[in-house]
């Protein structure tokens, strides 16, 4: 199957610093990519849609402020935790569709990023 | 609204006995159904997928599936259950006239404990 590959997998900060998460589709091409957070007791809420070459498309309730996506190329979209605060402790997982699959095609998923915010 | 309910928190089943892992869906039109695995600290996995065709939808693992649109429902099902099926199950349902950015929506997770 596809493969999606997050980095990195775990990342502790100190409160106030900003973190990136990657995401980057290797063997196919991604025009929309989601992210997701999943809390503890296991839920995935569906943060936002990053959209190449457009503006995420954020869920309500999402700080698009404070969750910064670029989807910047095919293959590539990326997560900014701006001023994290250990609130923002969890674990943040992105998903990709292939485009040539079109609607039926199913999600892969990266191996998600664990953040612990100090 | 898309929606999806695993109604189960956790299922427990003996190693070498069937297992099932319960969903229910609403869409407004009709139903992509997908179900993905999650082992601790990890990513999900992609098991197996419903989009037209067949109710009975075999995928990877020994697993599959059964669409049952009178009732709305996609319940996982394995004829034996192993130990190292023991892992977080979601189901997933998108709406077919979404288009290729229509998100998918997740149920809250069965965690499966399959004993020795």
């Known amino acids: 199957g596809a493969v999606v590959s997050q980095h990195p997998s775990r990342v502790i900060c100190k409160s106030g610093t900003s973190v990136k998460i990657e995401c980057r589709s290797l063997d196919f091409q991604a025009t929309t990519m989601f992210w997701y957070r999943q809390f503890p007791k296991k839920s995935l809420m569906l943060m936002a849609t990053s959209n190449e070459g457009s503006k995420a498309t954020y869920e309500q309730g999402v700080e698009k402020d404070k969750f910064l996506i670029n989807h910047a190329s095919l293959t590539l979209s990326t997560l900014t935790v701006t001023s994290a605060h250990p609130e923002d402790s969890s674990f943040y997982i992105c998903?990709?569709?292939?485009?040539?699959?079109?609607?039926?095609?199913?999600?892969?998923f990266g191996e998600g990023s664990r953040l612990t915010v100090l | 609204a898309q929606s999806v309910a695993q109604p189960e928190d956790q299922v427990n089943v003996a190693e070498g006995n069937p297992l099932t892992v319960k969903c229910t869906y609403s869409?407004?039109?009709?139903?992509?159904l997908f179900w993905y695995v999650q082992y601790p600290n990890r990513g999900l996995q992609f098991l197996l997928k419903?989009?037209?065709?067949?109710?009975l939808v075999k995928g990877s693992y020994g697993f599959e599936a059964e669409f049952n649109k009178s009732q709305t429902s996609f319940h996982l099902k394995k004829p034996s259950a192993l130990v190292s099926d023991s892992a977080l199950y979601f189901c997933?349902?998108?709406?077919?006239?979404?288009?290729?950015?229509?998100?998918?929506?997740f149920g809250t997770g069965t965690l499966l404990a399959v004993q020795p």
């Open positions: 998903s990709a569709r292939d485009y040539l699959a079109g609607s039926t095609g199913e999600l892969f």
């Open positions: 997933a349902v998108r709406d077919m006239y979404g288009g290729a950015t229509n998100k998918l929506i």
């Open positions: 869409v407004s039109g009709n139903p992509y």
């Open positions: 419903y989009i037209t065709g067949d109710n």
